[in-house]
C-alpha cells in the first residue's frame, strides 16, 4: 500500500461529502497518518485511548474479552468509518473495552481525542458523522445479541464467513478453524465439523488455511 495522495486529498475522497472544508482542514492537521497490516492490533482492551481512528481503507475487527479471556466478534470497522466505541470510551474511563485488530492491510488517520469535544460543539457535520457512527455500532452490536441468541451455530458461522468476505472484498479468507473459533466464542471442534458439513452442502470450499465462500 503506498501513500500515494496526501492526507488531505485522503480526506476530501472518502470524507469531503460529509465534512465541512474547515472541518478537513483542521482534521488533516492534527491528525496522524498510518498504516498497519493484517493482524497488527490498533487497539488493546484496558489501554489509555488518546487517538481514534478514521479509516481510508482496509477493515478493522472489533472484540470484546470475557473474564477467562475469551475473545467475541462484535463488528467491523471498514473504510469511511470511525469506531464510536473508543470515543464512548474517552468520555468515561479514558480507557478501552475493546480489542481492534486490522482485518486487511488498512491505511488510516489518527485523531488526537483532545479535539473530539471541540468538534462535536463546533462543527454539525461531525455531530451528526459521531451520532450516526452510534447509531451503526449499536445495530451491529443488537445484530450480534440476536446471532448469538436466536442463531444456531451454523448460521453464526455462515454469517460471519460472508461478512468478512464482504469487508475485505475477497470470497477467499485467509484464516484457520482455531481463529474462527475465537472469534465466536466457541471451540475448534465445532467449527472444524460445521465447516466440512458447509463445504458438502456446496456453500464453501475449504483449503489449507483458508475458506472460499460461495454462497454469497
Not at 113 to 138: C, G, P
Request: proline fraction near 1%; glycine fraction near 6%.
Amino acid at each position: 500500500m503506498m501513500k500515494e495522495m496526501s492526507v488531505k486529498e485522503l480526506l476530501d475522497l472518502h470524507y469531503g461529502y460529509l465534512f465541512d472544508p474547515a472541518l478537513l482542514e483542521e482534521i488533516a492537521s492534527a491528525g496522524k497518518y498510518k498504516v498497519i497490516r493484517k493482524g497488527d492490533k490498533l487497539m488493546e482492551i484496558g489501554q489509555h485511548i488518546s487517538e481514534m481512528p478514521l479509516l481510508f481503507s482496509g477493515a478493522i475487527k472489533v472484540l470484546r474479552e470475557d473474564e477467562e479471556g475469551e475473545e467475541l466478534l462484535l463488528y467491523f470497522i471498514e473504510k469511511g468509518d470511525t469506531c464510536a466505541m473508543s470515543f464512548s470510551c474517552c468520555m468515561g474511563t479514558g480507557r478501552s473495552d475493546i480489542r481492534a485488530i486490522a482485518e486487511t492491510d488498512s491505511e488510516l488517520l489518527l485523531l488526537p481525542v483532545n479535539k473530539m469535544d471541540e468538534w462535536m460543539v463546533q462543527y454539525s457535520s461531525w455531530r451528526a458523522f459521531i451520532l450516526d457512527s452510534y447509531h451503526t455500532r449499536l445495530s451491529e452490536l443488537m445484530e450480534t445479541v440476536d446471532t448469538l441468541a436466536f442463531m444456531k451455530m451454523d448460521e453464526r458461522l455462515m454469517k460471519y464467513l460472508k461478512d468478512r468476505a464482504m469487508v475485505t472484498q475477497n470470497d477467499v479468507i485467509t484464516t484457520t478453524h482455531l481463529a474462527v473459533a475465537n472469534d465466536l466464542h466457541t471451540s475448534r471442534v465445532v467449527v472444524s465439523r460445521i465447516l466440512k458439513s458447509l463445504e458438502k452442502a456446496g456453500k464453501l470450499e475449504l483449503g489449507r488455511s483458508s475458506i472460499k465462500v460461495l454462497a454469497l
